[in-house]
């Protein structure tokens, strides 16, 4: 009789708990409902904040980088002489090796026209590094511009690159418009 | 930077007119080519990941419960290390959703998704029901350690206990850490993501490594004595409706169950000696209750006179100690922070003011913290007190991980 007693006792007090847990689960999910969103968030580079610092390169969990140039070609001057294709100061004027900025010869150079120039960016080649952009920013149109690419991007629940970007451009956006292009980006900003 | 602007400025002003290479007139009709722009993953896959956890847990209950078959629950484990862990390479877990809801609650600029919180949710909700039904199987990192248990040691019941109480410690910072914005520290030290993605920091590496070397003797060392949703499922598991038992019908007392868990998780019967020797430890479990009060002032004001400490590890507050202790550092180029900080618009009054913001929050934040572990060490010091009259070997409903081992062990039939 006593035993039947405290069993009823510890069976009481687990159900109660248990009935406490599931509405206090219950409201902590509500709660988080409330202000939720039906989108997923993806992680993005602003170009307008990037100081082109180097770190996409070297702090993805990823090898290479996610993060990738992509080109604004309705903000392009089709130059000659490029600023985010050759180096600064280069001695001759040729696109050979030695000249260009890119560590890993990811951009294109097409002849289109007298004098014009289209650059396209090898993908599969570019490591993210973003002396194109600093040198398309410093000397050009600042065409040239980083993105996380979402094929590649794991979406980490913590961007490592997020974390150590100096100048804090990279951010969540919503899954739904999941990047910051300059070209149509800029056109939204205005 | 300041040419940045003046783009902003002409874009603003009159969209692509200003540039400082005006887009040519071609004659060739040239067309440039489109911005190759790919998709996120997209949004049915990751509720299709919120089915197959809920498939998972479904099954693994059953399985515990009715089925009661070790070889079914490797078979799920297998199967949840390759689909969690190897092919959605462990990201998002219920783990790290942990931080995502704390943010969402501090944070109202931060919605979380309806994914984020089925994944918080669901385990939770079905440990209330089966027991840690996600550990035994959903959990890549569980799954991972558990393909490694080679030759498990007994850990003493004291210090198992003891190294137990960290998971909270854990919980409690990692959820400091993400709802002042500082960052996700339960991801950012996830030791097998490196394993999962097959590359990561070298330290990421190494640390994943040492856990499953050690995991080959102590089993699922993460599990029992780091892991935050563990904590979480520990306290909600011992309140569950239903639970794994070792024995089909009636307990025959034959020990053979006691040594097949790896984990340490069986509780040993209870005789009435032992019983009747806490009978005049009364005084204890009174004791260790009116403490719990003071451990929590204690705990409390411990880590509130160490929340400037705390803090650093935010950039902000970080960059701000760094330029008011060591001014000197303005003048290394080398400092990649330091330099895009003075390259900014962004003032040192403005860096300052953010930062004893966020300094506050961590004062609020780590008097709660502190007062939430020292009430997990109060209420362990009074579960040390209780003794409760046992027959039988059971399974501990807080510590048992739902894995299914000592199923085959029992000598009773149905």
């Known amino acids: 009789m006593e035993r039947k007693k405290t069993k009823n006792r510890r069976e009481f007090i687990r159900s109660s708990m248990r009935f406490g847990m599931v509405l206090a689960l219950g409201g902590a999910g509500g709660l988080a409902f409330r202000h939720s969103a039906g989108d997923k968030w993806v992680w993005q580079v602003d170009p307008f904040k990037c100081s082109w610092c180097g770190r996409c390169a070297t702090h993805c969990v990823l090898s290479p980088s996610a993060v990738k140039c992509m080109h604004a070609y309705d903000l392009c001057g089709y130059c000659d002489l490029c600023g985010g294709y050759l180096i600064p100061g280069h001695s001759a004027r040729s696109t050979a090796a030695e000249n260009q900025l890119c560590p890993t010869a990811a951009i294109e150079r097409k002849f289109i026209e007298e004098p014009y120039y289209q650059y396209t960016i090898n993908e599969d080649l570019c490591i993210g590094c973003a002396k194109c952009v600093e040198g398309c920013s410093a000397f050009g149109n600042g065409s040239l511009h980083l993105q996380v690419n979402h094929e590649i991007c794991v979406n980490c629940n913590e961007c490592a690159i997020a974390r150590s970007c100096p100048s804090d451009a990279v951010k969540r956006v919503r899954g739904s418009a999941p990047y910051l292009m300059k070209g149509d980006f800029s056109r939204d900003q205005t | ?414």
């Open chain 2, 1 to 414: 930077m300041p040419f940045l602007l003046l783009l902003l400025i002409a874009l603003s002003v009159d969209s692509t007119a200003q540039q400082r290479f005006p887009m040519p007139e071609f004659e060739s009709g040239y067309q440039h080519p489109e911005v190759s722009a790919p998709e996120p993953r997209s949004l049915a896959l990751e509720y299709i990941d919120v089915l197959v956890l809920l498939a998972f847990l479904s099954v693994t209950s059953w399985l515990v419960i009715r089925k009661r078959s070790r070889k079914w629950i490797l078979g799920l484990v297998v199967a949840a290390l390759l689909y969690f862990g190897f092919w959605r390479n462990g990201c998002i877990c219920p783990i790290g959703s942990v931080q995502n809801m704390a943010l969402s609650f501090s944070d109202p600029g931060y919605a979380v998704s309806y994914t984020v919180i089925a994944f918080f949710m669901l385990p939770l909700l079905f440990s209330l029901g089966f027991g840690r039904v996600f550990c035994g199987t959903a959990c890549p990192l569980g799954a991972i350690q558990d393909l490694v248990i080679i030759r498990p040691v007994k850990v003493p019941a004291r210090v198992s206990k003891s190294l137990g109480m960290f998971p909270f410690v854990y919980l409690a910072l990692a959820v400091l850490y993400a709802s002042t914005g500082t960052g996700f520290v339960i991801c950012r030290y996830d030791p097998f993501i490196g394993i999962f993605r097959m590359g990561a920091e070298f330290h990421l590496i190494v640390l994943g490594i040492a856990f499953l070397l050690a995991g080959m003797f102590v089993a699922r060392p993460y599990c029992r004595f780091v892991c935050p949703y563990g904590a979480l499922l520990k306290v909600t598991s011992m309140f569950s409706k239903h639970h794994i038992s070792i024995t089909p019908s009636q307990c025959i007392e034959c020990k053979l169950c006691s040594d097949s868990c790896p984990f340490g998780a069986i509780d040993r019967p209870v005789p009435e000696r032992a019983i009747s020797e806490m009978k005049g430890k009364t005084g204890h479990f009174m004791l260790y209750a009116a403490v719990i009060p003071l451990l929590m002032m204690a705990g409390g004001w411990a880590l509130s006179s160490s929340h400037i400490f705390l803090s650093r590890a935010h950039p902000d507050v970080y960059l701000a100690h760094l330029l008011i202790d060591n001014p000197g550092v303005m003048d290394d180029t080398e400092n990649l922070d330091v330099q895009t900080f003075l390259g900014s618009d962004r003032t040192m009054e403005s860096l300052v003011h953010d930062a004893e913001a966020i300094q506050a929050a961590f004062l609020r934040g780590s008097w709660i913290t502190g007062a939430f572990i020292g009430l997990v060490a109060g209420l362990f010091l009074v579960s040390q007190s209780i003794i409760r009259r046992r027959t039988g070997y059971h399974p501990n409903r807080g510590d048992c991980l739902s894995c299914g081992r000592c199923l085959k062990y029992c000598p009773v039939q149905k």
